[in-house]
């Protein structure tokens, strides 16, 4: 067991770190502190020449559609023309091209994705936070457009001039390629090949008017880079060897495979495009959202307070001590979500609300078996240590079990189900942490004090000291 100054270290930091993890978590509540200690200190001759504390940077968590309000889109994919061993590779071409898109839009955290089979396949949507519905859905809507461009006759001096900018900060970044008449229309195909050494490379083949203008263009720009750009981004600039005929070309590179199978999509997508129409559009309104946030908040809070309720009277002291530990795991888990850019959905605040009900379940364990110890006759150390050693197997057990189900539904289940499944992945964690270290740290501090002869506050009829 663990020294009484190593346990007062631990306390120390965790009640630090859930100071600091609240303060990023509610800087609006943080800053308004700050505000009143730099007030007071000015207030006061011997601290008025000290530095003002800075305030935080108030930033919110990030919100899902159905939190934010935004726009739910419902897209047919027309797959008629295309053979349907290309079904999939086309609808992922056409998901990753809009996904680029509504990121080029600003749009945070979207959510696009492919449902459906065959020729029925459909393409959906999110955009959390839209207030140009019009415009997104008219972005979406383009057509991918596949170009091939070549360097301009004063290429190496642009390129000077951009490093330069780039060094200095100084001055606007020129664009280096100029547009050809070869563009996606005239593309074939791209597929995944292997070199001899087996790495992976892209093979592109154009039909007979692009392999002319290929030529042509190729000719010109031995030696030099031959920028592929799809709606307007470059994706690679690969160098002409040498002059390339009859409309087959490869695209090398340090690829690994998944880079080169997307590209591969990417390429197919300019060159292949898939008509979409939009079928539904539901606008979800920022009211609605906030009234469903509140909703939950509110379910949350009452939710926390009876938990802390119940295990106050029924565990009393140790329930105290849980009911700390959970408003720490608490702070810590809204830290994590706000820390990394978790998007928060309606289905992942069902999650967070879950995993608190579950980060008490390690403590009533702990304590049950506890109690029985040292009603048994065990001296509070002892029924202490008893009581971890015999409630562990079952905590590791349930918690493992619901991982692994919470990790399936995250790689199989749909964005709202992910939502969920993250959360609680993300709360049964931390749950564990709260039972085993802080719960723990808890109680060790009040072993060899007269609290532990108490038999009152443990629950426990009568058992021997330490």
């Known amino acids: 067991m663990q020294t009484k100054a190593q346990t007062y270290w ?55 559609l159905d939190l934010q309000g935004g726009i739910h889109l419902v897209y047919g994919a027309d797959l008629s023309l295309i053979p349907s061993s290309e079904h999939d590779q086309a609808m992922h071409g056409l998901r990753d091209v809009i ?33 140009e519905p019009g415009h997104a859905i008219e972005i979406i809507g383009q057509t991918p457009f596949l170009e091939f461009r070549e360097p301009k006759k004063d290429y190496d001096e642009i390129v000077a001039r951009n490093f330069e900018v780039f060094e200095t900060g100084e001055g606007e970044v020129e664009e280096p390629f100029i547009q050809t008449l070869l563009t996606g229309r005239y593309l074939e ?23 002319t203008l290929f030529e042509e263009i190729t000719s010109r720009t031995i030696g030099k880079p031959l920028a592929i750009y799809l709606d307007h981004q470059p994706l690679q600039a690969p160098i002409v060897q040498d002059v390339i005929t009859g409309g087959k070309a490869q695209i090398s590179g340090s690829y690994t495979v998944p880079e080169a199978q997307k590209l591969v999509r990417e390429l197919n997508a300019g060159a292949l495009p898939v008509p979409i129409t939009l079928l539904s559009q539901q606008n979800v309104g920022a009211t609605l959202g906030m009234s469903s946030l509140r909703q939950s908040l509110y379910a949350g809070v009452m939710g926390v307070l009876v938990l802390m309720i119940f295990m106050t009277a029924f565990y009393r002291l140790p329930g105290v001590f849980a009911s700390v530990a959970l408003l720490l795991y608490i702070v810590f888990l809204l830290f994590v979500l706000k820390f990394f850019s978790i998007t928060l959905t309606l289905a992942g605040v069902a999650g967070i609300i879950l995993s608190i009900g579950m980060a008490v379940d390690a403590n009533v364990l702990i304590f049950s078996r506890m109690r029985e110890e040292l009603r048994a006759g065990m001296n509070f150390t002892q029924s202490m240590e008893e009581g971890f050693r015999r409630a562990w197997p079952s905590i590791r057990d349930g918690n493992i079990t619901t991982l692994l189900v919470a990790f399936i539904l995250f790689w199989f289940g749909s964005a709202f189900v992910k939502g969920f499944a993250l959360t609680l992945s993300i709360g049964i964690l931390l749950s564990m942490f709260s039972a085993i270290v802080i719960t723990r740290s808890f109680l060790i501090v009040c072993v060899g004090t ?14 021997k000291s330490a």
């Open 99 to 131: 996904e680029r898109r509504v990121n080029l839009f600003g749009i945070t955290e979207p959510v696009v994705h492919t449902e459906g089979t065959g020729e029925t396949q459909r393409l959906i949507v999110e955009l959390a936070g839209v207030t």
């Open 10 to 64: 631990i306390l120390a930091t965790l009640l630090l770190l859930g100071v600091v993890a609240f303060m990023v978590s509610f800087p609006v509540v943080a800053n308004r502190a700050i505000e009143r200690v730099n007030t007071g200190k000015d207030k006061i001759s011997i601290l008025k020449n000290l530095p003002s504390l800075p305030s935080l940077a108030e930033t919110s968590f990030r919100l899902g």
């Open 189 to 211: 195909r791209a597929e995944l090949v292997f070199d001899q050494a087996g790495r992976p490379t892209i093979s592109l083949v154009f039909d007979r008017e692009g392999a």
């Open 450 to 463: 007269s609290l532990e002869r108490i038999s009152f506050l443990w629950g426990a009829s009568s058992h």
